[in-house]
């Protein structure tokens, strides 16, 4: 079975800085496609960024830049660096594989909230 558990949100003023961390049980990350998603409110979830299997990572215009994703095989542990936070990078955070569909499952999700 899958499991997700993200941490790490928080309040934090324009400009600050968080990692997010994702605990992954039945995925094997060194071998997977794994994305971080956003949901901000009223809005549809959007993958921020993602890292393959062989490191290449990806990230979409509006946090390019300033976050990083990367991973630790050994903790089967992913991670997200949000470096410049703006206010509207608010939204909760979610990490999952690349391949989505109706029966994916989700975690809690982990909160951002960046204040002007």
């Known amino acids: 079975q899958v499991q997700l558990v993200e941490s790490g949100g928080g309040l934090v003023q324009a400009g600050g800085s968080l990692r997010l961390s994702c605990a992954v049980t039945g995925i094997t990350l060194r071998f997977s496609a794994m994305g971080w998603y956003r949901q901000a409110p009223g809005k549809q979830r959007e993958l921020v960024a993602s890292?393959?299997?062989?490191?290449?990572?990806n990230y979409t215009d509006s946090v390019k830049g300033r976050f990083t994703i990367f991973r630790d095989n050994a903790k089967n542990t992913m991670y997200l660096r949000m470096n410049s936070l703006k206010p509207e990078d608010t939204a909760d955070y979610y990490c999952?594989?690349?391949?989505?569909?109706?029966?994916?499952?989700w975690g809690q999700g982990t909160q951002v909230t960046v204040s002007s």
């Open positions: 890292i393959l299997s062989g490191g290449l990572t």
């Open positions: 999952n594989t690349l391949a989505l569909g109706t029966s994916t499952y």
